[in-house]
């Protein structure tokens, strides 16, 4: 089993819709969620970083961490084709050790 | 201020070769993290390095990788005698401290013949 499942989609949308990505992970030590966004041939570009449980909002993007279910999520409100991306989940147990678990990605195309 | 430079984009090799990644962090950080992403595949980590130190190696195989940050230059991740199965694309990411705010650069496509 995997530390970090992900379903890799492809999941495709109209222009505004809402969109859901989740990642659902298994070690219960992770405290540190990000997510990330990678354009095709590009690096990832963190979007959202959080600690421990809650939600936190920046802009159209709201990332939601519910460490009693080990599942996290990334809503996208108002999608825009600039958002067609994969959208990869990551996390990590401490603050210092570096190493970041990620998972396998969610390919998202938000058609015009 | 420029982000996390990695050279060369991309890079083919034959089987056996060596392959020579180079990562410069972003400015004004020090802590370089280095990751692998096979074909339909995420990240997986490979080795975090601080100045001239190796923090955490625990995702590097054991033979023919190598990975160092001196204290000037960029952080060089070595692959030695390639194989098919080193194909990939290799990130390098930096922070300015030991945290998880990772800014990760574009990436080197390796492709080995």
């Known amino acids: 089993q995997k530390e970090v499942e992900q379903d890799p989609g492809p999941l495709s949308v109209p222009e505004g819709a809402i969109v859901s990505l989740n990642c659902t992970y298994s070690n219960s030590a992770f405290q540190y969620f990000m997510w990330y966004r990678q354009y095709s041939r590009k690096g990832p570009e963190l979007l959202m970083y959080?600690?421990?449980?809650g939600n936190k909002e920046d802009g159209r993007f709201t990332a939601q961490v519910d460490k009693s279910s080990k599942y996290i999520s990334l809503f996208i409100r108002d999608s825009q084709p600039s958002d067609s991306a994969t959208y990869l989940c990551?996390?990590?147990?401490?603050?210092?050790?570096?190493?970041?678990?990620f998972g396998q990605g969610t390919t998202l195309q938000v058609k015009p | 201020n420029a982000g996390v430079m990695q050279n060369p984009r991309h890079l083919v090799r034959r089987r056996g070769q060596e392959a020579r990644l180079r990562c410069s962090p972003m400015?004004?950080?020090?802590?370089v993290y280095w990751y692998r992403q096979l074909p339909e595949e995420g990240l997986k980590f490979m080795v975090y390095?601080?100045?001239?130190?190796?923090?955490?190696e625990s995702g590097m195989p054991k033979e023919r990788f190598s990975a160092e940050f001196p204290k000037e230059g960029p952080s060089i991740l070595r692959i030695q005698q390639v194989v098919r199965g080193d194909s990939a694309a290799y990130f390098c990411a930096s922070s300015p401290d030991r945290g998880e705010t990772q800014y990760f650069g574009p990436g080197t496509r390796l492709l080995v013949l």
């Open positions: 959080t600690y421990s449980s």
């Open positions: 400015k004004g950080h020090s802590h």
């Open positions: 990551a996390m990590s147990a401490q603050s210092n050790t570096g190493k970041l678990i």
């Open positions: 390095l601080q100045k001239e130190n190796i923090i955490d």
